[in-house]
């Protein structure tokens, strides 16, 4: 992947998708079978106020969209389409009051179905991992 396509590509997750921008999703790597993302926490990404631990639904948001973003490293065309047929999350550990590190790799790539396997990271210890299967469509 050329140099402009990465700027792009993070251009892309980290300014022009509103949920990215919402929760302060940072690139660290990016190419076409790989991703890994940073976010931060917050104090309004809290799923249990007792704690501060993260909510488990931002956890499942973030890795479906980091598996998401491995199938648009893959567009060949701006017209090329995405969808996610399956997410799959088994969470691990809690996520206290840190920033959580998100990797990607893409598994298969097929005519019409893209599969990624993604993790969540919290200080080098695995907090959750998914499956994601994808509707992929060239134009």
Same mark, same amino acid.
């Given at each position: 992947? !050329?140099?402009?396509?990465?700027? *792009?590509?993070?251009? &892309?997750?980290? =300014?022009?998708?509103?949920?990215?921008? #919402?929760?302060?999703?940072?690139?660290?790597?990016? =190419?076409?079978?790989?991703?890994?993302?940073? @976010?931060?926490?917050?104090?309004?990404? @809290?799923? !249990?106020? /007792?704690? %501060?631990?993260?909510?488990?639904?931002?956890?499942?948001?973030?890795?479906? +969209?980091?598996? +998401?973003?491995?199938?648009?490293? %893959?567009? %060949? +065309?701006?017209?090329?389409?995405?969808?996610?047929? !399956?997410? *799959?999350?088994? #969470?691990? *550990?809690?996520?206290?009051?840190? !920033?959580?590190?998100?990797?990607?790799?893409?598994?298969?790539?097929?005519? /019409?179905?893209?599969?990624?396997?993604?993790?969540?990271?919290?200080?080098? &210890?695995?907090?959750? =991992?998914?499956?994601? @299967? #994808? %509707?992929?469509? /060239? +134009?």
């Amino acid at each position: 992947m !050329d140099i402009m396509t990465k700027e *792009r590509l993070i251009k &892309l997750a980290e =300014e022009e998708i509103p949920i990215h921008k #919402y929760f302060g999703l940072k690139v660290e790597i990016v =190419e076409k079978d790989f991703i890994k993302v940073r @976010v931060p926490f917050r104090k309004d990404l @809290v799923g !249990d106020i /007792r704690t %501060n631990h993260w909510h488990g639904g931002i956890i499942a948001t973030i890795l479906d +969209s980091v598996g +998401s973003a491995i199938g648009i490293a %893959n567009f %060949n +065309s701006p017209e090329d389409k995405l969808s996610t047929i !399956d997410l *799959r999350v088994d #969470y691990l *550990r809690f996520a206290n009051g840190n !920033d959580l590190v998100f990797e990607g790799k893409l598994v298969r790539m097929g005519n /019409r179905i893209m599969v990624t396997k993604m993790k969540a990271f919290q200080d080098n &210890l695995l907090v959750a =991992e998914g499956k994601g @299967v #994808y %509707n992929f469509i /060239r +134009s």
